[in-house]
């Protein structure tokens, strides 16, 4: 007996549990085309939210959908160690145990680390596993693991041979909160209120002073100069003169520069080399000196002079107050400006000279932006592509050092001044013995730095196939198929991985890039913890089930498009569930007798389904090569919904009490099986639970490795057929209902004889399928263009429904008039398509004449409803 309701949660983890002992996900190579996917890996930090729902549901659905196309399905998991993000929670639970980072030693740090990720890091791949994620986790990899990191330490040592890395003094993006220092990408700006203070510089020796305005007063004990316009005739007076730094009673030279704007403020710019990338560059021009006025956790140094030991913007504060105190404030005013922050942390970033590692992006850009523009790399949606191609040919060296111990440490030996990269310490005692024959190994010190954790997730396509070792599996899986990303990463790792693909492999790493949205919530709100409009993923599994909320995330998922989530799409999702749960029900309690014969109706209805089965198909096929998953889905809802359990199931089901004939409902349940392998990818649980109990089957003959519908040829003209059938049934039911007509009670109909009314009526099993579905005496066909009885339009064929109507005639004439209107625009519509020569030269053939029959059609039907306005006219 099948339960009343469909359970997920009696049926989710069974299945799960099957296809894991059945090792349906795990991959390796052989002869069958490969299918290969790398999971974006998440951090080891992370808990699943909505955004990895999203993205990790459309690479299941792929790759569930090539496995059943009959490829060789792998789709690789993983997780990422995310350096900043897991130091800091680290840090955090050592002090939660009253223990400071600094009392311990790397290694005793490391330990707690390792600690926190073996007992955390797997949360989240766990959690995806709820969600029906379909990935082998047999291959299950992380970044800091032995494969990876050797892979790691191989290319920073390879590129550094080949000149592509180096060592260099430069200004970096410098976070106060993680200490470390962060790539352009990992800076986040936005518009920010702040206060602009016009502050005054004395002129050295005299009583005029110089109006310089500024948003941080805080970095005035580190200027070295102010710099003016050579061209602005207010200033060039004070040729060789110097200004004295207001409170700090240092003489600083006051300097003609090009870069100073000269209709900004005063057009006087403090110049602070230490702390701002322009002032920088402006101190290397005219050879000034640096001040480094804050410590690396943003507080302010003993080299400022002023509140040691104080954080930046306490400091602010108290040293405009001081300088107020003085009389060297002019005036402040509010103002925005534009202040960039630590993606990770926060933390408002400080532009800092550094002694760094870079990476020479422009030495390796050049293939990875030619691969992306001749689509060798083809981006879903187009519009990336110009995204792209600005920041690949405005690329700046990647800096890729961070001053943490959580990460893969740099592979570079220091002696002194001298340092040598090497992947082991001892490769690097060999190098340094050449230069250095007595040194030891105990001479050597390791560079205390960690690489950008981008440097490890670059290398993933590559590295999770181990090909920096062995080339069997990248030779088979490699490029890998498709990549499924957001945007917001396609320069910290989509353009990367794309140049370490041609970098060390010489071809792309991935064929396609699928770019997903944002997810939204209904009011367009990005989802975040402070706006409190995140759903919790877990429990919207538990509520809805996963099918239902993988259901309502690509319902609702345009192709590129932000999703706008609700609630109440994945309750549309557990609504379809049940649906087809009740449709197995019904299925499943039809009785069956070997001595009744199928009717001409039922195999009418059986093939009318096989040929919209292959239609769907074709569409849901098209469909899967752009990316459009979404539509996809709502073709195989419609489908379902309404062609199937509307229509089909009607059309086949036995009256009360009877018994049907063996073949139908064995049609039926071959039908059934098809949809639940159509609907699979989508919904995975509740297919494979429907397949399963529709009938007994082998083993190892499950939903998850049945064969994809495929799209073929089909009868159009017989689908167009039942397809009309059941508009003409509509059109009846609708009279009812305006008529007080009863369902019970039986009518007449008749068709206007026509060439294609006559084809209707003489197609096997149709008439039979219209009178059980309208319930109706008969349905025939007549000459008499004036029969008495309620007329309506089905397609250009006219219909005649023959009752006395209880509707009155203005009524009638109105509705007529409304269908007319609607025409006469469709029409308009179509032939303005048509007229368009673009349209008609650039469109396939097959749409063109799509367009011609709907404009034809269009004008029969207008033809028909003036008919039936004027016979209504002569009645008035």
Not at 374 to 390: A, G, S, T
Not at 449 to 472: A, C
Not at 694 to 716: F, H, M, N, W
Request: net charge negative.
């Amino acid at each position: 007996m099948i339960s009343s309701r469909y359970t997920p949660s009696e049926v989710e983890n069974k299945w799960y549990s099957h296809w894991m002992d059945k090792k349906y996900f795990h991959s390796e190579p052989d002869s069958r085309e490969p299918y290969s996917i790398v999971i974006p890996p998440p951090n080891v930090t992370g808990v699943l939210h909505m955004g990895h729902m999203l993205n990790n549901t459309i690479q299941d659905i792929l790759i569930r959908k090539a496995r059943m196309d009959g490829k060789n399905a792998c789709w690789v998991p993983g997780t990422d160690h995310a350096s900043i993000a897991t130091e800091a929670k680290v840090v955090k639970m050592l002090r939660e145990k009253g223990i400071r980072k600094g009392d311990l030693s790397r290694e005793q740090f490391l330990e707690y680390a390792w600690e926190w990720k073996e007992k955390y890091g797997g949360i989240i791949l766990e959690q995806l596993q709820k969600l029906g994620a379909s990935c082998d986790w047999e291959r299950t990899a992380f970044t800091m693991d032995e494969s990876r990191s050797d892979a790691v330490i191989k290319v920073f040592v390879d590129l550094y041979r080949k000149g592509k890395l180096y060592r260099g003094k430069r200004m970096v993006n410098w976070d106060p909160e993680a200490r470390t220092v962060l790539s352009n990408e990992e800076v986040i700006y936005g518009l920010e209120q702040s206060r602009l203070y016009h502050v005054k510089y004395r002129v050295e020796g005299s009583d005029e002073y110089l109006i310089v305005a500024t948003t941080r007063p805080e970095t005035i004990p580190g200027d070295t100069a102010v710099a003016v316009h050579p061209d602005d005739p207010r200033y060039s007076h004070l040729a060789g003169k110097k200004v004295i730094v207001p409170l700090i009673n240092r003489a600083v030279p006051v300097i003609f520069d090009t870069y100073v704007d000269m209709e900004f403020g005063t057009g006087a710019l403090k110049v602070t080399p230490a702390h701002d990338v322009n002032d920088y560059e402006i101190g290397k021009r005219h050879n000034l000196d640096t001040i480094d006025v804050f410590n690396e956790d943003g507080t302010m140094s003993t080299e400022a002079g002023i509140y040691p030991g104080e954080d930046r913007f306490v400091v602010r504060k108290k040293f405009a107050k001081d300088l107020d105190a003085a009389g060297l404030v002019e005036k402040t005013e509010d103002y925005q400006n534009n202040v960039g922050r630590s993606e990770r942390t926060n933390s408002v970033v400080e532009p800092r000279l550094s002694l760094q590692w870079y990476v020479d992006m422009k030495a390796i850009a050049g293939p990875a932006l030619e691969a992306v523009m001749k689509d060798e790399v083809d981006f879903y949606p187009k519009n990336q592509k110009n995204i792209y191609r600005h920041w690949m040919e405005n690329i700046r060296d990647w800096c890729i050092s961070r001053q943490l111990w959580w990460g893969h440490r740099i592979p570079a030996w220091y002696l002194g001044d001298d340092f040598f990269v090497a992947e082991t310490i001892d490769e690097a005692l060999s190098e340094a013995k050449q230069k250095y024959p007595d040194v030891k190994a105990s001479d050597l010190r390791q560079d205390e730095d960690v690489l950008d954790t981008w440097f490890s997730s670059w290398l993933w396509p590559i590295s999770v196939f181990h090909g920096f070792k062995t080339r069997e599996e990248m030779d088979y899986y490699y490029p890998t198929s498709v990549l499924v990303t957001g945007w917001d990463i396609i320069f910290l790792w989509v353009a990367r991985m794309i140049m370490a693909g041609y970098e060390w492999e010489g071809k792309r790493p991935f064929d396609h890039v699928y770019f997903t949205g944002m997810v939204r919530d209904k009011l367009r709100r990005k989802m975040s913890k402070s706006l409190g409009n995140s759903p919790d993923a877990l429990q919207l599994i538990e509520d809805f089930g996963a099918d239902g909320v993988r259901f309502g995330m690509m319902s609702c998922s345009p192709a590129g498009g932000d999703l706008l989530f609700d609630d109440k799409l994945c309750e549309q999702g557990r609504n379809f569930s049940n649906k087809i749960w009740n449709a197995l029900r019904l299925v499943d309690g039809w009785e069956t007798d070997p001595s009744v014969s199928p009717s001409a109706g039922e195999k009418l209805a059986f093939e009318w389904m096989q040929h919209k089965l292959t239609q769907v198909s074709g569409e849901i096929d098209r469909n899967f090569q752009e990316y459009r998953l979404s539509e996809a889905l709502m073709s195989i809802y419609t489908f379902i919904w309404d062609d199937f359990c509307s229509w089909y199931l009607e059309m086949v089901k036995p009256a009360f009490g009877q018994k049907m004939a063996e073949s139908t409902k064995q049609n039926t349940i071959e039908i059934f099986s098809r949809i639940c392998s159509l609907l699979h990818p989508f919904m995975p649980f509740i297919t494979e639970e429907i397949w399963h109990v529709l009938q007994v089957r082998k083993e190892g003959d499950d939903c998850i490795i049945s064969l994809y519908p495929k799209a073929g040829t089909y009868d159009q003209a017989l689908v167009a057929m039942v397809e009309q059938g059941k508009d003409i049934v509509s059109g009846i039911r609708d009279i009812r209902n305006k008529n007080g007509i009863k369902m019970k009670d039986e009518i007449d109909v008749l068709l206007l004889s026509t060439e294609r009314s006559e084809k209707l009526m003489h197609q096997a099993g149709w008439k039979e399928l219209c009178i059980k579905l309208g319930n109706l005496n008969s349905i025939g066909s007549t000459i008499d263009e004036n029969t008495e009885g309620v007329a309506f339009i089905s397609g250009t064929e006219k219909c005649f429904v023959l009752i006395q109507s209880e509707a009155n005639v203005d009524d009638q004439l109105e509705e007529k008039k409304r269908e007319l209107t609607y025409q006469q625009g469709f029409v308009q519509s179509v032939r303005a398509k048509l007229e368009n020569e673009r349209f008609v030269s650039g469109a396939p053939a097959a749409v063109v004449e799509k367009e011609r029959a709907k404009l034809a059609d269009g004008l029969e039907r207008m033809k028909l409803l003036e008919e039936d306005i004027a016979r209504l006219e002569k009645l008035l």
